[in-house]
């Protein structure tokens, strides 16, 4: 199975930052790689589909970049409604698996 | 607007069994693959199934495969997960989603599974 690796897991910021979480694959994935958002008490939510595809109705200030085995999700600029739980998965072979998670935190 | 509402979650004892449902709506379901992704009490996710579009080809990981199946109902918009030989690492939040890369998830049901 595809290992996934976030990190840091936990990352604390103050509004206004810029950051970059990190999702590392255990074996090449191509681009097969997504990033979903998921706050206190609600569903997880794509944020980011195939490593750097926008997703409709997601701010600009999100974005994704990597391919093969390392993969990055930065947010420019974090607003307070941007605080939760971050995490990867890939798509790209049989089982789908998840990252840990990255918990984005406030200062 | 797309929506999808996760039932029959409940308490059930080790060794039992359940079926969950996920009615679709807003979309249209029978060109889509589905799955369940779960969320254990750790907030760990995992995918736990995949149908196609056509229900002709399904996908489980190892931890399930056997005990969990999916199926669905394009006729009725809806989306089923059967799970027997529960075991206490079975509990979880159980969520349907939609799409290979899981663009809509639902609310999720709850499984306990405990004597």
């Known amino acids: 199975d595809i290992v996934l690796t976030q990190s840091p897991a936990t990352l604390s910021v103050t509004p206004g930052d810029s950051v970059s979480l990190s999702c590392r694959a255990s074996?090449?994935?191509?681009?097969?790689l997504h990033w979903y958002q998921q706050k206190s008490h609600e569903s997880p939510r794509l944020l980011i589909k195939?490593?750097?595809q926008s997703i409709s109705g997601i701010p600009s200030r999100f974005s994704g970049s990597g391919s093969g085995t390392d993969f990055t999700l930065s947010i420019n600029s974090v607003e307070t409604e941007d605080f939760g739980m971050y995490f990867c998965?890939?798509?790209?072979?049989?089982?789908?698996?998840f990252g840990a998670g990255t918990k984005l935190e406030l200062k | 607007e797309v929506k999808l509402v996760e039932s029959g979650g409940g308490l059930v004892k080790p060794g039992g069994s359940l079926k969950l449902s996920c009615a679709a709506s807003?979309?249209?379901?029978?060109?889509?693959?589905m799955s369940w992704v779960r969320q254990t009490p750790e907030k760990r996710l995992e995918w736990v199934a995949t149908?196609?579009?056509?229900?002709?080809?399904?996908y489980y990981p190892d931890s399930v495969k056997g005990r969990f199946t999916i199926s669905r109902d394009n006729a009725r918009n809806t989306l089923y997960l059967q799970i027997s030989s529960l075991r206490s690492e079975d509990t979880a939040l159980y969520y349907c989603?939609?799409?290979?890369?899981?663009?809509?998830w639902g609310q999720g049901t709850t499984l306990t599974v405990s004597s």
């Open positions: 195939y490593a750097s």
């Open positions: 807003g979309f249209a379901f029978s060109s889509y693959d």
């Open positions: 074996q090449s994935i191509s681009n097969n």
């Open positions: 989603a939609r799409d290979g890369n899981l663009d809509y």
């Open positions: 149908i196609s579009s056509g229900g002709s080809y399904t």
């Open positions: 998965q890939q798509s790209n072979s049989w089982p789908h698996t």
